[in-house]
């Protein structure tokens, strides 16, 4: 039996290389940093993490897994409800809470399991969901594994949206999904309009705020509070393995009721172990952190305002914006991914993107900043930019 499948997926491994789209794994020998070793030891200025605050790597968040590993052990070989539940997990529920505003927060292995078990315990065959054309992955497979009606709308098309809403207003209960920043992008969805239509036509709104949270926002509660609509918000699922601290694992943060039936009823949640107590701890030392002071969302908010303006003025073609996904427009596919490797040789590590992960001719490099970052840093990716695209002979590429 196996002979005939692997004849077949050697075939298809072919065609993924041969497409130019086989995913290569580099190694790190080290830790996750600005500056990060790359194999054979040399070292580069990383560009792709989604480090956002430095966190990954801070010694006082490594102190803080430290005591937690020493306080609370290793791992709970358990699910929540039968005895993985320590003083730690209930901390950090409530310290997310706390930080995001809302009732009560569920904690996940990942946000990719928060989305898989999200929708699937009170979205019945009565409800619709409308979610987003460019909705991350697990949002899609999430809303998959319901019985709900799925009306996808046009990438933030609020008039598309609107006319879905009110083509549904049979169903029982709708539901709004969209991503708080579409990380292809770093672009930021327009929550106020979905809010005003939320209430409009009486439907839910549920945000993946996992490229926000800790960043977006005057004191970093992410899209919510960037968009002006605290409270309004009724479910936001995020990620702890981005800007709080870059480890694993994710929530679900909303209304009472709504968290609280999760517990009952969400299968990642009740059938998937409890979220490792070093982990747990460590998070609400980030939480502390970013509570305590705002520094470090404004060092990364001054480094991407830098970093954007010096493009620029270089001559790039960035798409406009304010987060620290930056897009660097290159539009073909071979130029994208042939100048970030020659940006790796310069020392900058970046990836290019090109379809299936973005639309046809479209493709790009995608820059991440990071708080970890200083000025010398942006510097010299700035630098290298120019000077791998002269080289390259692009500068038609670039306006
Ligand atoms: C990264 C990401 C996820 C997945 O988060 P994990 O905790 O790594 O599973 C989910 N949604 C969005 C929008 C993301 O960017």
């Known amino acids: 039996m196996y002979g005939r499948i692997r004849s077949e997926l050697t075939e298809r491994l072919k065609e993924i290389r041969d497409a130019g789209l086989y995913k290569q794994e580099r190694v790190i020998d080290g830790p996750q940093g600005a500056e990060i070793q790359v194999e054979g030891g040399r070292k580069v200025l990383n560009f792709c993490a989604n480090n956002y605050l430095g966190l990954s790597s801070h010694p006082g968040i490594i102190e803080a897994a430290h005591r937690a590993l ?21 901390t950090l529920e409530k310290r997310m809470s706390a930080f995001l505003g809302t009732e009560d927060t569920i904690l996940y292995a990942a946000c990719f399991d928060a989305n898989g078990g999200v929708f699937e315990p009170f979205m019945d065959q009565d409800g619709v969901i409308l979610t987003d054309a460019l909705n991350h992955a697990s949002l899609i497979d999430g809303i998959r594994l319901t019985k709900a009606r799925r009306m996808i709308y046009a990438h933030g098309d609020m008039a598309d949206l609107e006319s879905n ?27 106020k309009s979905i809010c005003d239509l939320a ?18 926002g005057k004191t970093g509660r992410g899209t919510p509070e960037f968009c002006g609509v605290e ?18 694992g994710g929530c679900v943060s909303g209304r009472g009721e709504l968290i609280e039936y999760l517990r ?3 299968r990642p949640y009740l059938f998937s172990n409890t979220l490792s107590p070093v982990v747990a701890g460590a998070t609400v030392a980030v939480l502390d952190l970013l509570s305590g002071t705002t520094s470090l969302r404004d060092k990364l908010e001054a480094n ?23 897009p660097i427009m ?39 900043i990071s708080a970890a970052h200083e000025r010398t840093h942006l510097d010299r990716a700035v630098g290298a930019f120019v ?4 080289r390259f002979g692009a500068g038609d590429r670039i306006v």
């Open 387 to 390: 000077r791998v695209t002269e």
């Open 199 to 216: 209430e409009k036509y009486d439907a839910l709104v549920l945000v993946d705020d996992s490229h926000a949270t800790g960043i977006l």
């Open 70 to 90: 020493d306080a609370w052990g290793y791992g709970m070989s358990s699910v929540r409800f039968i005895c993985g539940t320590q003083a730690v997990h209930k």
């Open 264 to 266: 009952q009823k969400s």
């Open 304 to 326: 991407t305002r830098y970093f954007r303006t010096e493009m620029v003025k270089a001559g790039f073609d960035i798409k406009p914006g304010v987060h620290p996904i930056v």
């Open 165 to 191: 809403l009110s083509e549904s207003m049979d169903a029982k209960n709708r539901l709004i999904a969209t991503d708080g920043v579409f990380s292809m992008d770093g672009e930021v969805a327009d929550l």
């Open 330 to 368: 290159l539009y073909e596919e071979r130029l994208a991914h042939d100048m970030a490797d020659a940006l790796l040789g310069e020392g900058i590590y970046v990836v290019g993107f090109s379809h299936p992960v973005v639309p046809k001719g479209r493709a790009r490099i995608r820059v991440q």
């Open 231 to 248: 409270g309004r918000v009724d479910l936001i699922t995020t990620t702890f393995g981005k800007a709080l601290g870059g480890a694993s």
